[in-house]
């Protein structure tokens, strides 16, 4: 199997990886140009070579970082200083590209109404894979979404995960269900859509079973922003501004408010033109 069939493979199972392409060599380089490798999301080199000892565990480091971050980054490794174990320096410099390969995240919606209609289309928009679950729901209510699953709330149906964004709006029917799977699931994101006085008679419920404090806080409830949303369509917009804010490390303020603060932010390059300089120097990385 070569890398681009086992990248296909991973990416069929929904698993992050990155892929590192040495672009430039100086000097003296066991890689060579157009040397790639393929590094899971452990950290661990699948397939490929760009390069053993300093150069690699470099790779592995800042491809972790780039999936973490999911923006590819280029970085230069200077080895002119290493001294290798057999005590001669292996010279040279090295830019390598690191792009992360993410899986598609997965918005779940739990319920039917026009909020939950709304949330699909916003999700189907923002490049999410949407599943709806809701023995209620219909094809033409949800055309944006990517799977529909129409029996009773069974929570065993969905998997979630670190890309997983849950939100639920099942008008109290098995709602605590769902936020005890979710949680335990250690979704991205968990939201309730209800009132406040519903969302602390859930939350204390949590909390009376048995589950920690800390999951309870990672809950969002009420869900969404404080946008003002006067009806289901501007409810759906603040839950969906809520997570693009929180996938994206956004501050939620208002950008003219962050440019007064920062007035050379806009004149910055952006971060995927930077260049990462590592210096290897007898086995470290940085």
């Not at 493979?9 to 060579?32: D, M, W």
């Not at 899971?40 to 800042?62: L, P």
């Not at 990517?146 to 670190?162: H, M, S, T, W």
Request: glycine letters at 8%.
């Amino acid at each position: 199997m070569d890398l681009y069939s086992k990248a296909a493979e991973l990416a069929a199972q929904r698993k992050p990886f990155a892929i590192a392409t040495v672009v430039r060599v100086e000097g003296s380089s066991s890689a060579r140009r157009g040397s790639k490798a393929l590094i899971d999301s452990q950290g661990s080199i699948v397939m490929g070579w760009v390069g053993g000892g300093c150069a690699e565990s470099a790779v592995r480091t800042e491809a972790l970082r780039c999936m973490r971050s999911e923006k590819p980054q280029l970085i230069t490794l200077d080895m002119q200083d290493e001294i290798l174990g057999v005590g001669m320096p292996c010279g040279g410099m090295m830019d390598v590209y690191i792009e992360p390969v993410l899986p598609q995240p997965e918005l779940v919606i739990a319920g039917h109404g026009r909020i939950a209609e709304t949330l699909a289309r916003l999700g189907q928009m923002m490049n999410f894979a949407v599943t709806v679950h809701d023995p209620s729901a219909a094809k033409e209510h949800f055309p944006d979404a990517q799977r529909i699953i129409n029996k009773d709330f069974n929570v065993a149906e969905i998997a979630f995960g670190p890309s997983t964004y849950v939100v639920i709006a099942t008008l109290h029917k098995n709602d605590h269900l769902w936020l005890q799977r979710a949680l335990d699931g250690e979704a991205a994101y968990v939201a309730l859509v209800a009132s406040a006085h519903r969302s602390r008679l859930v939350l204390d419920y949590l909390l009376a079973e048995g589950v920690s404090a800390e999951k309870v806080e990672r809950v969002w409830a009420p869900a969404g922003l404080d946008l003002g949303a006067a009806g289901p369509e501007e409810i759906a917009l603040s839950i969906m501004s809520q997570i693009v804010a929180l996938r994206r490390g956004g501050s939620v303020g208002a950008l003219r408010e962050k440019v007064a603060a920062a007035p050379d932010a806009a004149t910055e390059r952006p971060a995927t033109s930077d260049k990462v300089i590592l210096q290897c120097d007898a086995g470290k990385t940085e």
